[in-house]
T-cell receptor
Framework: DTAVSQTPKYLVTQMGNDKSIKCEQNLGHDTMYWYKQDSKKFLKIMFSYNNKELIINETVPNRFSPKSPDKAHLNLHINSLELGDSAVYFC???????????????FGPGTRLTVL | AQTVTQSQPEMSVQEAETVTLSCTYDTSESDYYLFWYKQPPSRQMILVIRQEAYKQQNATENRFSVNFQKAAKSFSLKISDSQLGDAAMYFCAYRRGNAGNMLTFGGGTRLMVKP
């Protein structure tokens, strides 16, 4: 029943490891996003995908690689994790094409990543 | 680049009273949307209210209303009859009207509600 889901909700790992966060939306939306919320609660866009194609890639280290196997999924893979990667990562989706209502973005519950 | 500023890091209100959260933004676009999101301790981002820039009428959703001043680039949120469940972080957000554009968020305002 969940509109936008993320797994895992919590992720604790060591520096240098590689990890992935999965996101799925069952709203039939054509655009998905990844946002990062730092320890001061500041939220910033990382990536945006429309119909499986990358359309926004803000200044993000290339250790972060988004992958969209289909329109309903946008996963985030992070290589060589660093202490500064500790944050909450939010996935979101919206319908940007025909039929989108106000292009509202629906957010997942967030994944709290802690790098030790 | 667009910027969104929330000048009040923290606000406090007595239960049942009214509080206004401030937000200003900077843009050269004419077509855009503005939003207020609520983030309770559960950290889920919840849309509270939205405003289309081309609409002059201020948006209202039950106890939540906005004061949209386009010329001043101001978009404040008024919460009437505050309830304990309103306690949360509130984020003002901007997005352009074109498809596929991301949200630009303000720094957030933590709202505390006193019983």
């Amino acid at each position: 029943d969940t509109a936008v889901s993320q797994t895992p909700k919590y992720l604790v790992t060591q520096m240098g490891n590689d990890k992935s966060i999965k996101c799925e939306q069952n709203l039939g939306h054509d655009t998905m996003y990844w946002y990062k919320q730092d320890s001061k609660k500041f939220l910033k866009i990382m990536f945006s995908y429309n119909n499986k194609e990358l359309i926004i890639n803000e200044t993000v280290p290339n250790r972060f690689s988004p992958k969209s196997p289909d329109k309903a999924h946008l996963n985030l893979h992070i290589n060589s994790l660093e202490l500064g990667d500790s944050a909450v990562y939010f996935c979101a989706s919206s319908q940007e094409g025909a039929g989108g209502l106000y292009n509202e973005q629906f957010f997942g519950p967030g994944t709290r990543l802690t790098v030790l | 680049a667009q910027t969104v500023t929330q000048s009040q890091p923290e606000m406090s209100v007595q239960e049942a009273e009214t509080v206004t959260l401030s937000c200003t933004y900077d843009t050269s676009e004419s077509d855009y949307y503005l939003f207020w999101y609520k983030q309770p301790p559960s950290r889920q981002m919840i849309l509270v209210i939205r405003q289309e820039a081309y609409k002059q009428q201020n948006a209202t959703e039950n106890r939540f209303s906005v004061n949209f001043q386009k010329a001043a680039k101001s978009f404040s949120l008024k919460i009437s009859d505050s309830q304990l469940g309103d306690a949360a972080m509130y984020f003002c957000a901007y997005r352009r009207g074109n498809a596929g554009n991301m949200l630009t968020f303000g720094g957030g305002t933590r709202l505390m509600v006193k019983p």
